[in-house]
């Protein structure tokens, strides 16, 4: 594995778990017996635990976001892999509150069986249990993907808005039906112009001439169904923007916030200027953006490669979305 | 089964659900290599290990208990119970704690009535476990999965009249079981990681499927080698 500063493949991610747990002591705690981190400080209204999870290397998602005012807990996999039952299991129980737990969980085939199971147990042991599931990626929305979109970028911003409202005291079916509103009201789309490294070879997940983008990538190295050439930024992120507006529901009055993502590689330079050019694209459409974030907030490993996603807002989601937040990455 | 005792129990006891899961696990280690073989051939290859190593702990869990006090022995709900919390809590990959839902549904139908546990807990506990693994992997009948041997089963169980000596009631399940089981063989995998290999799977049964089979037909062996015990 040369190209990650990382002794190897095998102990990447728990030698990054335990870095974490301690460079954010004071928010966190690592609990390595049952593979969870939890959150240090939690708002005393707050009634539901709210946990999410998923495979490594998409980091700073999730572990980034435990703390006040967004997750109670995190549940890591290894490498692009479902973290076990047992880890949802035990985080839930750890957390969950007098109103029960809500699990966060993007849309892999994986991490529904994983979160179900442990679902499952949970109601053995009478605590209510509920499931948010995030499926914003455009490219995925097709009648022959019997799985449905996959679970991208907008998982963030569900984590984001359910926080607020959890720490308003929100019971778990309330919340449930609002993390489901926002899903609904999310889209995302991917580019990359080139693959990221896959730990266990050391080699790109696949291979890109130089002219030309893989359109509609996924964050695990899954290609997109196709290429396009390579062309000026301003009409990338015009096309991208174009058909996440045309995918979002229909909004008394057409306002979004966004979120551009970088995918692990891609340099904040590169980020402001996508993010300036959606400005330019949404101004073009008389859309207003009511809130935006940038940075690389739910990446695949090294991939070269930049999601946006747009959130279809309203007035109470954009005061959840601005309400405080101290975890080790929520930026704002 | 024929070779069902004539003096088979009409309850299951801790002695009988042990015995049954002992003889699922030595079942277990001995097929190893033919589900692997089969999953190898239609999905990711580690099925078998997962199963033969599952019920490896579940043996070294019921082995423990034996030696604990007799308080902890009084329920045939005890082993279930065990062998649940080993499958979801230790064993890798999907259909292993999926099989974990089973045995822990199996486990709370049992534990509701221990005294006289039979045909009725058994039915029960399996349609619920049938119903947990579909809510969890949203697999129906004809996707080429485990739940194409546990609905048959769970089915089988409910005809069973509710005094049934359990014996004979796990024999008709084993029987739909490993008629769904072999059903699988022609289908096209919908769900599980057989989907993803598309026809590649035709002409190879489900081992999920497979396991689920064995796992009711061992309750007859088990009781066969309980009754030869001098």
């Not at chain 2, 619920?128 to 129906?140: C, D, H, L, S, Y």
Request: negative net charge; charged residues 20%; proline residues 6%.
């Amino acid at each position: 594995m040369p190209r990650y500063f990382a002794d190897s493949a095998e102990s990447i991610v728990a030698d990054a778990l335990a870095g974490f747990a301690s460079a954010h002591a004071d928010l966190v705690s690592h609990h390595p017996d049952h593979g969870y981190l939890r959150t240090r400080n939690r708002s005393p209204e707050r009634r539901v635990g709210l946990v999410s999870g998923g495979g490594s290397g998409h980091e700073p998602l999730h572990a980034g976001f435990i703390g006040a005012g967004m997750l109670d807990a995190a549940c890591p996999g290894r490498i692009f892999a479902s973290p076990h039952n047992r880890q949802i299991f035990e985080a839930s129980r750890a957390v969950a509150g007098p109103g029960g737990v809500l699990h966060i969980v993007k849309n892999y085939t994986g991490d529904r069986i994983n979160f179900g199971i442990a679902a499952e147990r949970l109601a053995h042991e009478q605590i209510p249990c509920a499931r948010v599931l995030v499926d914003d990626d455009l490219a995925t929305d097709s009648e022959d993907i019997v799985v449905g979109r996959r679970g991208t970028g907008a998982t963030l911003i569900v984590e984001k808005i359910l926080g607020a409202a959890a720490d308003e005291g929100r019971g778990l079916d309330e919340l449930a039906a609002l993390g489901a509103e926002v899903a609904r009201r999310s889209r995302s789309l991917a580019v990359a112009s080139a693959a990221h490294t896959t730990p266990g070879t050391g080699g790109r997940a696949f291979e890109l001439p130089d002219d030309v983008l893989e359109f509609g990538v996924g964050i695990h190295g899954e290609r997109a169904e196709g290429t396009t050439p390579v062309m000026p930024l301003g009409q990338l992120v015009r096309t991208m923007t174009t058909r996440l507006l045309a995918a979002l529901p229909d909004t008394p009055r057409p306002r979004v916030l966004a979120l551009v993502n970088g995918l692990g590689a891609t340099t904040s330079l590169e980020l402001y200027g996508i993010h300036h050019a959606l400005t330019a694209a949404l101004d073009d459409t008389g859309v207003a953006l009511d809130r935006s974030l940038t940075g690389t907030l739910v990446s695949a490993l090294d991939m070269r490669g930049f999601s946006l996603s747009l959130l279809a807002t309203d007035d109470e989601l954009l005061r959840l979305w601005d309400a405080p937040a101290r975890t080790p990455a929520w930026p704002l | 089964m024929s070779a069902t005792p004539t003096s088979a129990p009409h309850h299951l006891t801790y002695d009988t659900t042990a015995a049954w899961l002992s003889r699922f696990a030595t079942t277990a280690e001995s097929v190893e290599p033919e589900l692997t073989a089969l999953d190898q051939r239609a999905g990711d290859g580690d099925f078998g290990t997962n199963l033969a190593g599952g019920m490896a702990g579940v043996r070294r869990a019921l082995d423990a208990l034996s030696d604990a006090p007799p308080a902890g022995r009084d329920s045939p709900a005890v082993p279930l119970a065990t062998a649940a919390r080993v499958f979801l809590d230790d064993v890798g990959g999907t259909s292993g704690p999926l099989f974990g839902l089973l045995l822990q549904e199996l486990a709370t139908a049992v534990a509701t009535n221990p005294a006289t546990a039979g045909t009725r807990e058994l039915a029960a506990g399996t349609a619920a476990g049938a119903a947990a693994i579909q809510r969890v992997g949203e697999a129906e009948v004809g996707d080429k999965t485990l739940v194409d041997a546990l609905v048959p089963a769970a089915l089988a169980l409910a005809e069973c009249a509710p005094d049934t000596e359990p014996g004979q009631s796990l024999h008709q399940a084993a029987a739909a079981a490993h008629e769904g089981a072999r059903a699988t063989t022609d289908l096209r995998a919908r769900r599980g990681r057989a989907s993803y290999t598309g026809d590649h799977a035709r002409g190879v049964p489900d081992p999920g499927a497979m396991a689920i089979a064995l796992l009711f037909a061992s309750y007859d062996d088990a009781l066969s080698s309980l009754h030869q015990l001098p």
